[in-house]
């Protein structure tokens, strides 16, 4: 494992980079029964949500990274990244770290995971640039709020930012990921809310504005109507909204892990680990 700094369009990026350990097979080898040797060597990215950090991917970085290359993205003003000096935390922006990070490493293909906020961002930049993602993980990703109707969005989306934007606000983010953390580990809660303790306003606003803008299933069709683009989602048994992705688009494969909230893949680190693996092995 290394741990470098790339730069980014909007400033230095910190990345986790695990280079394949695993032998693969040679030249004219034949492949053991089930295995898929044209995936065995696609590196995999991994993109963090809102508040995290590459850290959270400890546990599918070590499950994956003996057998592929795995990278881990600190994304803009989180963790090790610097922030924006635009405070522009949109998925398109940091989808534009991703493909920097991706140009970095001279990774032109590669397994593209995100989690909550950063499934947003691995979405836009699959959607902008398909011939660079060959599969799409989404890790719990947020429901397309676009697709909420207009008069519910007009009673509730901007008294929620409003309270995001006043002096009590991280009282408000506490309260938000209180409620996404419903079924989670002791571990899972400390961490996640140490977490929200500590980040800038900046990132939190900015994230939560963008966050109900984004017109994900809308990019998630961009995608998907690329040839050979394959998606998949592993969900948080609470995933199950109307304008959930999966339910909005059947074609977008799922499965649910049970006795996990939104961070499934600290609260079940094996069984994620073990269902991105086997989705990444698929054929």
């Given amino acids: 494992m290394r741990s470098l700094t790339v730069a980014g369009p909007a400033g230095a990026l910190h990345i986790v ?5 695993g032998a693969h097979p040679a030249a004219g080898a034949h492949p053991a029964a089930g295995a ?27 499950h994956v990274a003996g057998r592929r290359r795995a990278v ?19 998925p398109s922006a940091c989808a534009a770290d991703v493909l920097a ?3 970095a490493l001279a990774l032109p293909r590669v397994a593209l995971v995100g989690h909550s906020y950063g499934a ?13 993602v060959a599969r799409l993980a989404l890790a719990d990703p947020p429901r397309d709020f676009t697709q909420i109707p207009a008069e519910v969005q007009a009673l509730h989306f901007p008294p929620y930012l409003a309270a995001l934007e006043a002096d009590g606000w991280r009282d408000t983010a506490l309260a938000t990921f209180n ?24 990132r939190m606003l900015g994230m939560s504005r963008r966050l109900l803008q984004f017109e994900a299933v809308n990019a998630l069709d961009r995608y998907l109507a690329a040839p050979g683009a394959r998606a998949h989602a592993i969900l948080a048994p609470s995933n199950a909204w109307p304008q959930s992705l999966h339910v909005l688009r ?34």
């Avoid at 947003?120 to 660079?132: G, I, Q, S």
């Fill in 17 to 21: 980079d695990h280079p394949a350990t």
């Fill in 36 to 62: 898929h040797p044209s995936h065995e060597a696609l590196p995999v990215v991994l993109v963090h949500g809102m508040v995290g950090h590459a850290g959270f991917w400890e546990a599918p970085l070590a």
């Fill in 72 to 90: 881990a993205i600190d994304l803009r003003g989180h963790g090790a990244s610097e922030p924006p000096s635009d405070a522009d935390y949109a």
């Fill in 101 to 103: 990070v991706l140009d």
């Fill in 120 to 132: 947003l961002v691995a979405l836009a930049a699959a959607a902008a640039h398909p011939e660079r």
């Fill in 179 to 202: 409620e996404a953390l419903a079924g989670s580990t002791p571990a899972t809660r400390e961490t996640v809310l140490a977490r929200v303790a500590s980040t800038p306003h900046d």
């Fill in 250 to 283: 059947p074609a977008l494969t799922s499965v649910v892990l049970p006795g996990t909230s939104h961070w499934l893949m600290l609260d079940a680190p094996t069984a994620f680990a073990a269902e991105l693996e086997a989705w990444l092995d698929a054929a």
